[in-house]
Structure formats: structure tokens, C-alpha cells
């Protein structure tokens, strides 16, 4: 036995050292946890057929699942107990609004700067790897965030808060996608996208329980508990096969951002996805951080249903996301798209026309339907889109490109607001959808059913 093979068989498992080639793709994933260089192993003939993501459901599948899923439900209890607290957070500092509001941007400014770092670093050094350190960057500065004293400390906890946060969702769009076949990948992403919306939905409830017995310093606190087990989780998984594979070269430093401009039709797909993104992050946070307070101030709700309304179209919204997923993998992923814009504009401006909380509660849910349930389908393009050298850096850089213009739909919705009504405010929404469609149309390629590069 050949001594690089003998020091990495003794690593394995004994159930897992198999006695064919070192080039099994379970024993790979194994030995690049151990930090082993796998370029000095032998390769097998045909191991390149085997680099793609797998052709069968199996075990790690499903835990790449359910840690991609629980990390991105962290993202989402966090950023809507925010909303939630800042009444609560503003009495207690003495913030003025454009300072409770701050504290919302800085979170998503946050997120876009550790989207960058974090999903060329993924990219570069492992999905797992750097997962479980956003967690621990998330879990350390949410909890410095309950003994804050001020405006400005607050703000710095929550900005470095948000830069572990950004590296949810392109790190565990990814992983899913590496892990599962391609014939179910829009449905995968759509799971893991509804892990966003479990912990709003998870939000929405515990704090009108728990913000008047423990403040909202306990509840930042609370805040730690989904990042905890996303932790676990991530814990005992390893690798996917098909990034394992691709570590055989170590790219230059840079090399996956290179990748989202490499040439005019993948430039063409970059440009189109910013455009998608921005929109679902401007419509999303504009309602969603507004909406609470805009019922209660000018429609008499309390807070009790003020978070009834919310978790109203929060189910919405998870119903829409599960919908988009499975027609996206039925019909594609474009004309699914296309669907979802169209029924996005006209649920706003229908929604513009109404006035009674009633026909608002239940209004929202279809609203909630159309207007987050592509959500279902940005991961799944993509990882289709870019090849596994850049596939988390692509979905960080790009999705949180969207969030950082997404990030203005607060600002904006509330001056509009302000100015004239909110009525108003939300029929404006609508025409950013009419551009989403068109982008659509023009950038966006169809790639259903396609081997991950």
C-alpha cells in the first residue's frame, strides 16, 4: 500500500475503508475533513463522472437539508424579531425612528459584506467549514446585543451580526444543491428557502409570549438558540462530493468572482439575478418591517394581531415557496418565475385598494403567496448556473447584492408612506415587479434539469 494511501486509510472509519481505490466519493469527503491533500491520492479512471451531485436520495442528503434549512431559519427569526422589538428597543435607548431603522440596514449592510467574504471563502476552503464559523461570528454578537447600552454599540453588535448572518443562505443553497439530484433541486431550494420563513413564522409568535416577561434584551438572547443548533447540525456532516473533488486544484485567490463576469452570457445571468434578487428583498423587507407598525398605528391592530397578520402571510408565503418549487422542477424555472411576477402585481395593486384589517388579514397570505414564493426558486438557478469553484460565492455575492438594494424598501416604503399613504406606498411596488418580469424575460436562461458544473 502506497504510504500517502496508508497514512489517509488509517483515518477512515473501519466501516467506511472500503477495499476498491481510494477514490470511493464518501471516503474522499472523509479524508478532505481530516485536511488530508487529496491531489496526492490516487484517482480512479472515471472519477470525474462521478464529481457531479448524486443521482439518488441518501442519508447525507437530507442532513445537507435540514442544516441548510435550520441555518437559514436562524437568519429569519433574528431579522423579524428586530421589527418586532424596535418599538420596544427605541422607548428604552431613546433611538429616534431613523435610528431604530438604522439598526435594521446596518443588519443587511452586515450581511452583505459577510456574503462576500464568506461565500468566496466557502468556495475556497468548504461549505461546512465556514458555515459553523458565520454561526458562531451570528450566535456571539446577538447575544452582546442584550447588554448593549446604546445607539451606537447596538448598532456595531448588529452590523457584525449581519456579516455572520450573510453567509446562510449562498453557503446552504449551495450544500443542498450539491447534495441532491438534479431533478429534485428546485424543490430542495425551495426548503431550504422555507427555512426562512419557519423562523419568522417562529418569530411572529414566541414574541408577543415572551417580549413583555423578558424585554428585548432576552430576547436577543433567545436569538442564539437557532444558531446553537444549527451548530450541531453542521457538526456531523462533511463535505460534498462534488466540492471535494474540486479541491484536487486550489484556484487562485479571487478566481470564483472572476467566474460571475467570465463572459457575456454568464454576465448576461449575473446582471439578471441582481435585478431578481433586489426586487424580492425591496417588496420583502418594505412590507414585511412596515406592515406590524402600519397596522397598529392607523388600523387600531395591537400587537396580538399585528403578529396575527404576519404570521398570516408568513403561511402565505411558505405556501407560495413550496408551490414555486414544484412547479419550477415540473414546467422550469423561468415561465415559473414569470407566473409568480405577473400574480405579484396584481395582489399589490389589488391589495393598494383595500382598507378593511379583515380583508387585509386574509388578503396577505395571497400577497405573501406571490410575492415570496420565488424565493423557491433563486438557489435553484444559481447552482445551475455557475460551476462549483464559484457556486457559494455567486449565490452570496448575489443575493446579497439584492439585500443591500433590498435594504432601501424600508426607507422607502416608510417616506412614500409618510408622504401620501401606504396604499400608496404598496401600489408602488408593483411596478418593480414589472421590471422583475422583464428581466426575467431578457437574462434569465432556462436550466432545468441540469448537471451541476
Not at 93 to 120: D, E, H, K, M, R
Request: glycine residues 12%.
Amino acid at each position: 500500500m502506497p504510504a500517502g494511501r496508508s497514512r489517509a486509510w488509517r483515518l477512515l472509519p473501519r466501516s467506511r475503508r472500503s477495499h476498491g481505490p481510494l477514490g470511493a466519493p464518501a471516503d474522499r469527503s472523509i479524508l478532505f475533513d481530516q485536511g488530508i491533500d487529496l491531489s496526492s491520492l490516487p484517482h480512479t479512471p472515471g472519477a470525474a463522472a462521478q464529481a457531479s451531485a448524486p443521482d439518488e436520495i441518501n442519508g447525507y442528503s437530507w442532513k445537507a437539508l435540514a442544516g441548510s434549512a435550520v441555518g437559514y431559519a436562524m437568519d429569519g427569526f433574528d431579522l423579524l424579531i428586530l421589527g418586532f422589538m424596535l418599538s420596544a428597543i427605541s422607548a428604552d435607548l431613546n433611538l429616534t425612528p431613523g435610528q431604530a431603522g438604522s439598526l435594521v440596514t446596518w443588519t443587511l449592510i452586515g450581511a452583505v459584506i459577510g456574503g462576500f467574504f464568506f461565500g468566496a471563502m466557502s468556495d475556497r476552503y468548504g461549505r461546512i467549514r465556514v458555515l459553523t464559523w458565520t454561526i458562531v461570528l451570528f450566535a456571539v454578537f446577538t447575544g452582546l446585543c442584550a447588554f448593549a447600552q446604546g445607539y451606537w454599540d447596538l448598532l456595531v453588535y448588529r452590523t457584525i451580526a449581519g456579516i455572520g448572518l450573510g453567509g446562510e443562505f449562498g453557503i446552504g443553497m449551495a450544500l443542498a444543491a450539491e447534495a441532491w439530484p438534479a431533478r429534485h433541486r428546485a424543490r430542495v431550494s425551495s426548503y431550504v428557502a422555507l427555512g426562512w420563513q419557519v423562523g419568522v413564522l417562529a418569530a411572529a409568535l414566541l414574541t408577543p409570549l415572551l417580549l413583555p416577561m423578558i424585554g428585548w434584551r432576552g430576547m436577543f438572547l433567545v436569538g442564539v438558540i437557532p444558531a446553537l443548533v444549527a451548530w450541531v447540525i453542521r457538526n456531523k456532516l462533511h463535505e460534498p462530493e462534488v466540492f471535494v473533488r474540486k479541491q484536487r486544484v486550489k484556484a487562485p485567490r479571487f478566481h470564483a468572482l472572476k467566474l460571475l463576469l467570465r463572459d457575456k452570457a454568464t454576465t448576461r445571468v449575473s446582471i439578471g439575478m441582481i435585478v431578481l434578487t433586489s426586487v424580492q428583498n425591496f417588496g420583502y423587507y418594505g412590507i414585511m418591517i412596515w406592515m406590524p407598525s402600519f397596522l397598529s398605528k392607523q388600523l387600531g391592530f395591537n400587537l396580538t394581531k399585528s403578529s396575527l397578520w404576519t404570521a398570516v402571510t408568513v403561511l402565505g408565503m411558505m405556501a407560495g415557496i413550496w408551490v414555486f418549487g414544484q412547479l419550477a422542477d415540473r414546467i422550469g424555472r423561468k415561465p415559473s418565475f414569470l407566473i409568480f411576477q405577473l400574480g405579484s402585481v396584481v395582489m399589490l395593486l389589488a391589495y393598494s385598494q383595500l382598507s378593511d384589517p379583515t380583508a387585509m388579514l386574509w388578503a396577505g397570505a395571497l400577497l405573501g403567496l406571490f410575492v415570496n414564493g420565488m424565493m423557491g426558486g433563486y438557489g435553484a438557478v444559481m447552482s445551475e448556473a455557475y460551476p462549483t469553484e464559484a457556486r457559494a460565492t455567486a449565490q452570496n455575492v448575489l443575493f446579497n447584492i439584492g439585500r443591500a438594494i433590498g435594504g432601501l424598501g424600508p426607507i422607502v416604503v416608510g417616506a412614500v408612506a409618510m408622504a401620501y399613504s401606504f396604499q400608496v406606498a404598496i401600489a408602488l411596488l408593483a411596478a418593480i415587479y414589472v421590471l422583475d418580469m422583464i428581466a426575467t424575460a431578457l437574462l434569465i436562461p432556462e436550466l432545468k434539469g441540469k448537471e451541476l458544473q
